[in-house]
């Protein structure tokens, strides 16, 4: 079983930036990328980027945050700039392998405070 270690939550004001990191204890990744499930809320999907580098992004964070992987560290990068209140959440990192297998991160926590 896969496992998927996280780092880079924290605290911010508004317009600050935080960025994420998900390492993978293994390759054979077809796609990782971000959720975030904020208080009383559905998690939802904020980002996500295959081996091949093709990435895609909620509409709520379009042009603020940006999703890197370097497959050679099996590590994924969520890059948060303009933060706003709204993406306070606890963030999971993804993964999907070739063989179809999900795993998910404990979850890194981060709060944009005004």
């Known amino acids: 079983q896969v496992q998927l270690e996280e780092s880079g939550g924290g605290s911010v004001q508004p317009g600050g930036s935080l960025r994420l990191s998900c390492a993978a204890s293994?390759?054979?990744?077809?796609?990782m990328g971000w959720y975030r499930q904020a208080p009383g809320k559905q998690r939802e999907l904020v980002a996500h980027?295959?081996?091949?580098?093709?990435?895609n992004y909620a509409d709520s964070v379009k042009g603020r945050f940006t999703i890197s992987i370097n497959n050679a560290k099996n590590t994924v990068y969520l890059q948060m700039n303009s933060l706003k209140p709204e993406d306070t959440a606890v963030y999971f990192c993804?993964?999907?392998?070739?063989?179809?297998?999900?795993?998910w991160g404990q979850g890194t926590l981060v709060i944009v405070f005004s």
């Open positions: 980027i295959t081996s091949g580098g093709s990435s």
């Open positions: 293994r390759s054979s990744i077809y796609v």
């Open positions: 993804n993964l999907v392998d070739w063989s179809n297998t999900e795993a």
